[in-house]
């Protein structure tokens, strides 16, 4: 299980992406567009993150209401997709956007690594997200942050 120090200051690192994808986890299989990047931790830890646009219905079997720091959140988990994190977001978008302001953002992870990492990660990763695609004048130029510092 993944978990940092108390108190410990933890440098993931965008090592895949952005890129554009299909199928977004915890939805069973699907065709959902999204972006896509990884992040790895020091210690080698993988979290898989999504933004999409597409219209989300979130099934109360499977997804569980949550709440994640500042942020409500739907949580889910199973063999296949690990432990997935969404958060909902409407986003201030730069006038050539304004039409493009609702955004759902996924995090994954494996079901090693521990709660309360995952909700820092998800404290740090969705502002700074929100940030970027807030300053967009073009969907096509999504990025995620590249270093992300997790307490």
Do not use: H
């Not at 609702?102 to 521990?114: I, T």
Request: proline letters at 5%.
């Amino acid at each position: 299980m993944f978990l940092a120090p108390l108190g410990a200051e933890v440098r993931v690192i965008l090592q895949e992406g952005t890129v554009r994808a299909e199928g977004l986890p915890g939805f069973g299989p699907n065709m959902l567009a999204s972006w896509r990047g990884v992040y790895r931790s020091p210690s080698g830890t993988e979290i898989a993150v999504f933004a999409s646009r597409e219209q989300l219905l979130f099934n109360p079997a499977i997804w569980k209401r949550e709440q994640s720091g500042a942020y409500r959140a739907y949580r889910t988990g199973n063999e296949r997709d690990g432990q997935v994190w969404c958060i909902e977001r409407s986003v201030v978008m730069r006038d050539e956007l304004k039409g493009e302001s609702r955004w759902f953002f996924l995090v994954q992870s494996d079901g090693a690594v521990a709660d309360s990492f995952m909700q820092s990660f998800v404290a740090v990763f969705v502002p700074k997200t929100e940030f970027f695609i807030g300053s967009l004048r073009r969907l096509e130029d999504l990025s995620f942050p590249a270093v992300l510092e997790i307490r």
